[in-house]
């Protein structure tokens, strides 16, 4: 409304975030710091369901447009709970390109199973059960990953799936090496999700609760 509004609006609004920050960040660093040790030290002592949980749970924050990463990041997930996060992600970004190829293509196969599944979100506000099969198919992957392949990964590998192959590239680095998390790597970022997810899915359709048309990408 007046002529210094263009530089008065943009200076308090800088100020305030920045006052705001200095005072609570020190407080969301400190639960970030606990959560991330419970659900490690949990999954230490609890593979099974830990396992389910985290692989479900980040899974589908990927899918949300919200940054997984960032979350386990800030956590510091680590270990076998970066593992089944790890896993749970790739369930929903390969789950979805598999199970929506017919009606999307090569297209779509690439830009969800490397680059992410978040692509299927208003397809998921639209008809909610499209989102059942990767995440059935994220809580079979995920206590496998803790409990039978051990597989571990870190920090922001562990929020990123199969986006430019970052997540099992994670697991490469974090877990030690040998044929079982070699097996692993491919069963349960990979194949399992696949099929899993197109089983479901198939089974779902013929159930009558969505068609292969409501998982089309639009654009």
Same mark, same amino acid.
């Given at each position: 409304?007046?002529?210094?509004?263009?530089?008065?609006t943009?200076?308090?609004? #800088?100020?305030?975030?920045?006052?705001?920050?200095?005072? #609570?960040?020190?407080?969301?660093?400190?639960v970030?710091y606990w959560?991330?040790?419970f659900?490690?030290?949990?999954t230490?002592?609890q593979?099974? +369901?830990?396992g389910v949980?985290?692989?479900v749970?980040?899974?589908?924050?990927l899918?949300?447009?919200?940054s997984s990463a960032a979350?386990?990041a800030?956590i &510091? #997930?680590?270990g076998?709970a970066?593992?089944?996060?790890t896993?749970?992600?790739?369930a929903?970004?390969v789950g979805?390109a598999v199970m929506?190829?017919?009606v999307n293509?090569w297209?779509?196969l690439v830009s969800?199973? +490397?680059g992410?599944? %978040?692509?299927q %979100?208003?397809?998921?506000?639209?008809r909610?059960?499209?989102w059942l099969?990767p995440?059935l198919?994220?809580a079979v992957? &995920?206590?496998?990953s803790t409990?039978?392949? &051990?597989?571990?990964?870190?920090g922001?590998s562990a929020?990123m799936?199969?986006c430019?192959l970052?997540?099992?590239l994670?697991?490469?680095s974090?877990t030690?090496a040998s044929?079982?998390m070699w097996?692993?790597?491919?069963?349960l970022?990979?194949i399992?999700?696949?099929?899993l997810?197109?089983?479901?899915s198939l089974?779902?359709?013929? %159930?009558?609760?969505y068609?292969?048309?409501d998982?089309k990408?639009?654009?």
């Open positions: 409304k007046t002529k210094i509004d263009i530089l008065i943009p200076s308090v609004t #800088i100020l305030v975030g920045y006052g705001i920050s200095r005072l #609570i960040c020190p407080w969301v660093a400190y970030m959560l991330g040790h659900v490690n030290t949990a230490a002592y593979p099974f +369901l830990m949980v985290i692989s749970v980040v899974g589908m924050i899918t949300l447009p919200i979350i386990c800030m &510091g #997930i680590s076998l970066g593992g089944a996060a896993v749970g992600c790739c929903q970004m979805f929506s190829f017919r293509g297209g779509g969800q199973g +490397l992410t599944s %978040m692509l %979100m208003g397809n998921i506000c639209r909610p059960q499209i099969p995440t198919a994220a992957c &995920g206590p496998l409990m039978v392949f &051990g597989l571990q990964c870190t922001v929020g799936g199969t430019g970052v997540g099992p994670g697991i490469l974090a030690e044929a079982k097996v692993g790597i491919v069963l970022c990979f399992l999700p696949a099929l997810s197109l089983g479901f089974a779902f359709e013929k %159930m009558g609760w068609t292969k048309e998982m990408l639009q654009g």
